[in-house]
């Protein structure tokens, strides 16, 4: 069964337990209602009776001696229109009036003695004695009449006794037909029957209209799995933030768009690798095709003698080259896997830049650059000694690289919780899209500027990226093609970096995190 005619149903099923049980319940209080206010009528009728000095009492006696007749029968015609009848008993049970003939109530022994307790009595189905006789018609000419008795119809009874000084003197046996409520009943049940079938077929409609609006959600929910399952996560449930569905929708659409990322992330994560692959080769082919000349020249003897010893040299650098290249890989799956040691100890980065512009500036007069030291004389820094100095270094060297007759600034400051250093430089600058991408191994801003030093193979600013987070610090890039770029670095100081796996060394008072 599909579920819209599942919670069709459902709901039909709470409307008629619901219209069934207030009906019946409805019925039951009318029933109740009715007889009783019958009941109270008939007892202000029968107070009607006794009251309005139509019945005549022996006051030393306390019985009835006379009726009032011609009072009492116009009362009773008025009672009989109202289809009601009476019967009044003196306190010896003798029955002194009849406003019907065939209507004599029957008072048994035990009501005698309720009413004489001062007691009414109130019965909802009593049949009196009758004697009437019903002709029954010929049906054919020759068919005979019969006459038969026939049982009157039900009535309801209030029998209520009235007492002088204590005395019973009087009771009055009161009551209406049953039908006559009965008619009032069945059109009472009549119309609650018609309301019955409208709030069913309302209930219907309305279920239907509901849980078709629930199942087209659900139905695009459905569609929506499947485009998944194929690989299509562009795609966007509508969301009103009202019932739980739209929850499920907005948590649907988180998660497609988590996939989306995800498969992009995954894709350009094929892409880098592949880029990774092609640029290592591409790296590796040039000193192995170097290598593999020069040795095939050497087998053929095809190299003269004099120039043996310049070919060694070019085999030893690119060899170098080489073994560069993967050291530098190694270190760089090291550091990103935090399977490095960091000896992490208060030092003056100030020494350390002056050293560095020191061992530089030839490199730097090669291309007419000028390296310039802004950085105050002691400037301490919380940091791994010998990882801060490859930062810096990769840094300064990348700057030099893409420099020509230009200036490359070294800048430091204590700042809070920690020690921040520029390295600005005039060179050729980048693009956004180069800034967003220098983290990456093997990126390359411009290939034709390639040292043959240290960074030569593009890995370096990748590991100075990873070293820099390793030591809970951050690094910032800003630049602007053909106007030059500026690596801000930020080293946390010993309250603020990070301590997890941190070991000291008592020895040397430093602190090697692993």
């Known amino acids: 069964m599909r579920l819209v005619w599942r919670q069709m149903l459902g709901i039909l099923v709470v409307v008629v337990v ?54 009492v029968d116009s009362k009773a015609r008025m009672l ?65 009449k019969d006459e038969k008795l026939v049982a009157p119809p039900e009535m309801t009874t209030v029998i209520k ?75 966007h449930l509508e969301n009103r933030q009202k019932d739980e569905l739209d929850e499920l929708s907005h948590n649907f659409n988180v998660m497609a768009r988590s996939l989306q990322e995800s498969q992009e992330e995954i894709k350009e994560q094929e892409e880098r690798r592949q880029q990774f692959l092609a640029n290592a080769a591409h790296e590796m082919r040039t000193p192995l095709t170097t290598i593999n000349g020069i040795l095939e020249g050497l087998a053929y003897d095809v190299i003269p003698e004099d120039e043996k010893k310049h070919s060694i040299e070019l085999m030893q650098r690119d060899t170098k080259r080489l073994i560069r290249l993967v050291n530098d890989n ?41 390296l310039v030291v802004t950085a105050p004389p002691e400037l301490r820094v919380y940091a791994d000694y010998d990882r801060f100095v490859q930062i810096l270094f990769n840094i300064i060297q990348n700057a030099i690289q893409f420099t020509d007759h230009g200036t490359i600034t070294i800048g430091g400051r204590l700042v809070s919780h920690g020690t921040e250093f520029t390295v600005q430089d005039t060179g050729i600058g980048m693009t956004d899209e180069q800034v967003a991408h220098i983290w990456e191994r093997f990126y390359k801003a ?28 951050k690094i910032r890039v800003t630049s602007r093609l053909n106007h030059g770029t500026t690596f801000t670095l930020f080293f946390p100081d010993r309250q603020s970096a990070p301590h997890t796996g941190v070991k000291k060394n008592h020895e040397n008072g430093n602190e090697s995190d692993k």
């Not at 290939?447 to 030569?456: F, I, Q, V």
Request: charge should be positive; hydrophobic fraction near 40%; charged fraction near 20%.
């Open 161 to 235: 006794p009235y007492f002088y000084k204590g005395k019973l003197v009087a009771a009055v046996a009161i009551g209406t037909f049953t039908s006559t409520m009965r008619e009032n009943m069945n059109q009472i049940i009549n119309d609650l029957l018609i309301s019955f079938l409208i709030a069913v077929l309302v209930a219907l409609v309305i279920s239907f209209f509901v849980s078709r609006s629930l199942t087209r959600r659900i139905d695009a929910m459905n569609k929506a799995t499947r485009q998944v399952a194929r690989g299509d996560y562009n795609i």
């Open 330 to 370: 190694l270190n760089y799956e090291k550091i990103r896997t935090n399977q490095i040691s960091l000896n992490r100890k208060v030092f003056d980065a100030g020494a350390v830049i002056t050293n560095l512009r020191d061992q530089l500036t030839k490199k730097a007069a090669a291309k007419d650059n000028q």
């Open 80 to 144: 009989i229109r109202q289809h009601v009848k009476f019967a009044i008993y003196d306190g010896k049970h003798a029955l002194r009036y009849t406003n019907e003939p065939d209507y004599i109530p029957t008072i048994s022994a035990k009501e005698w003695q309720t009413i004489k307790t001062g007691q009414a009595i109130q019965k909802r189905a009593n049949v009196a004695k009758t004697t009437k006789k019903v002709t029954i018609k010929q049906t054919t000419p020759h068919s005979p």
């Open 446 to 473: 411009d290939r034709s500027r390639m040292s043959t030093k240290y960074g030569e193979s593009g890995i370096g600013m990748a590991i100075v990226h990873q070293l820099v987070k390793l030591h809970g610090g």
């Open 18 to 71: 619901l219209c069934t049980t207030l009906t019946i319940s409805f019925v039951g209080i009318t029933n109740r209602t009715v007889y009783l206010n019958t009941w109270r009528q008939l007892s202000q009728n029968a107070d009607s009776l006794i009251n309005d000095d139509e019945i005549i009492f022996n006051k030393k006696t306390g019985q009835i001696v006379g009726i009032e007749k011609s009072q």
